[in-house]
């Protein structure tokens, strides 16, 4: 199963996004569940890197159990912060839409997704 925790600030500011596991639907390279969501993550990481030239914002792991976290720096001017909520936003539209879809049609064995609060 796939884990995805959305971190929010008790503002409701997105804060971090991290994805944790293998679905399982399909083999290794098959699977269109983990394919939707490292499409999502990875999106994230390749537009807050693009749009705000940030570095050192996120983390991936490879091997039995696959594992990518994107996080929002301490330090951020209000106009980044702007930025990133709107990218992480619209990321986190594509992972619950994901979540439906997969309930859905495939079973809630697949994907998790869960939400929680941050303080910071």
């Known amino acids: 199963m796939i884990s995805v925790i959305i971190s929010r600030d008790k503002s409701g500011k997105i804060l971090r996004l991290s994805a944790d596991g ?3 639907y399909e083999e290794e390279g098959r699977d269109i569940i983990c394919a939707a969501i490292s499409t ?3 999106t994230a990481v390749n537009a ?3 749009q705000l030239s940030w570095k050192d ?3 991936v792991e490879g091997g039995e159990t ?3 976290e994107v996080w929002v720096p ?3 001017s209000d106009s980044e912060m702007k930025t990133a909520q709107i ?3 619209t990321i986190v539209r594509g992972i619950l839409d994901t979540e439906e879809t997969v309930n859905e049609n495939y079973g809630t064995e697949y994907l998790r997704v869960i939400t929680q609060e941050e303080l910071r």
């Open 22 to 24: 293998h679905a399982g």
């Open 40 to 42: 999502l993550m990875t």
């Open 48 to 50: 807050l890197e693009e």
């Open 57 to 59: 914002f996120f983390l």
């Open 66 to 68: 696959s594992f990518i």
């Open 74 to 76: 301490d330090k951020v």
């Open 87 to 89: 990218i992480l936003r």
